[in-house]
């Protein structure tokens, strides 16, 4: 059969053409409602004033969460406050912000973090995901590796911050995500495991015999570990409380010291 006309001069070609042109609108305006419901909304950079135009209305998205943690619906959840300790380099859209304060403190462009939930993150069994090795289920650090406990801490400007007094493991990843450190002060803190580069005589054999047992901490000074962000409960870290320290240790490359903040030539 030949004729591929259906009715008069129009076939099966411009069916075609005229079907995906329907459903490409289709999925624009399908794709619009659903950011307008996930929260993106048109914010004006300068006034703050928010405006979430909706096509049509719907019905709030529910998203189930593992463990009974309910339901999350994003639009009732608090935006991000955009009171921030900064201000504009120069009055122009796309302007750098200028801190007016700590910038690692306040939480600003690398020591950024997100309002993640409070509560810890967890594993498929429910269990606190990361925990002090003592706590996890069986896990010891390799023979093969030195224990780091006890070994002291050099910050970014070569002075002992304190010493490592627990190592906090992620039991499902099995690897270490926290190194927990006693301050000279004594309080106690936790350091992300990539900021940190262990060294030490068995690390080194045959090429620095004299090498000390120590841990570089060069993201922050000494003075600063004072001031990482603290885990409310003991033995227990929230997610929110992760990015909060990971944000804090990142924004020290930047700003720990004033030169991190120059520019380099």
Do not use: C
């Not at 070609?13 to 609108?25: D, Q, T, W």
């Not at 624009?28 to 300068?46: A, T």
């Not at 069994?125 to 050099?154: C, F, L, T, Y």
Request: charged share 25%; glycine share 10%; hydrophobic share 40%.
């Amino acid at each position: 059969m030949n004729n591929t006309y259906i009715v008069g001069t129009f076939d099966v070609a411009e069916l075609a053409f005229l079907s995906f042109f329907v459903f490409f609108i289709g999925l624009v305006i399908y794709l619009n409602r659903e950011s307008r419901r996930e929260g993106y909304p048109v914010e004006d950079e300068w006034t703050g004033r928010v405006e979430t135009p909706k096509l049509v209305d719907f019905e709030k998205k529910e998203f189930q969460l593992p463990h009974g943690r309910g339901t999350y619906v994003p639009e009732d959840v608090p935006r991000d406050p955009v009171d921030i300790a900064a201000k504009r380099a120069f009055h122009a859209g796309g302007a750098p912000y200028v801190p007016t304060g700590d910038p690692m403190k306040d939480g600003l462009g690398p020591a950024a973090y997100a309002n993640r939930q409070d509560y810890p993150d967890l594993t498929v069994e429910g269990a606190p995901r990361i925990v002090p090795i003592g706590n996890s289920h069986g896990i010891v650090v390799a023979d093969q590796d030195p224990d780091i406990v006890g070994w002291p801490v050099i910050a970014a400007d070569k002075k002992v911050a304190g010493t490592v007094s627990d190592i906090w493991v992620d039991q499902s990843e099995h690897i270490i995500r926290y190194l927990e450190v006693t301050t000279t002060k004594g309080t106690k803190v936790l350091a992300p495991m990539f900021v940190a580069v262990v060294k030490g005589k068995g690390l080194l054999t045959g090429l620095w015999p004299d090498a000390p047992d120590e841990v570089e901490i060069d993201a922050i000074t000494a003075d600063q570990f004072e001031a990482v962000p603290q885990v409310k409960t003991p033995g227990q870290i929230t997610r929110l409380e992760e990015d909060q320290i990971m944000g804090y240790f990142g924004g020290g490359y930047m700003y720990a010291t004033a030169e991190r903040g120059e520019p380099w030539l």
